[in-house]
């Protein structure tokens, strides 16, 4: 018989932790090199226009060139029933940016404007308004609805002035 010592076990491997080493490092590297292009401007996404020294400045506001050239005109308060059965409702003021020279003829047009939100408002679930982005969504439907209303691009924007569901 032979003796249990002279059979050895196989001796296992160490992996080497040369790659894990070397992979952090280059991430460092990298990271770093990638801090310094974007800080000092070597890669700069597009150049700011500059000033000249007797040009204007430019207004900061998407409105019109005056003050004087726009004009906004007021939704009469809605009170929407939503669920009947749960008894909720949606409270809702609007105004609507105009042209000044359209004020009159979407002042005119204001009962069919309130009747497109109206019926709007009716179809939309409780659950859709209680969403976060609901508002943004409801808006730009509501304004693009007033829009096709009053025609020939009258209505600039929809300014929602209350909100309330209870």
Known sequence: MTDSA???APVEKKSSKLPIILGLVLALVGGGA????????????GEKPKME???????????AETDNEIAFVEIEPLVVTLDQ????HLRFRASLEVAESAES???RLMPRVVDVLNSYLRAVEVADLQDRSALTRLRAQMLRRVQVVAGGG????????????N
């Open 6 to 8: 002279d059979i050895e």
């Open 34 to 45: 990638g801090f310094f292009v974007m800080y000092s401007g070597m890669l700069d996404a």
């Open 53 to 63: 020294a007797g040009a204007e400045k430019p207004s900061d506001l998407p409105m």
């Open 85 to 88: 059965e749960a008894g909720t």
């Open 105 to 107: 003829d979407v002042t």
């Open 154 to 165: 009258q209505v600039k924007d929809l300014l929602i002035l209350e909100f309330v569901l």
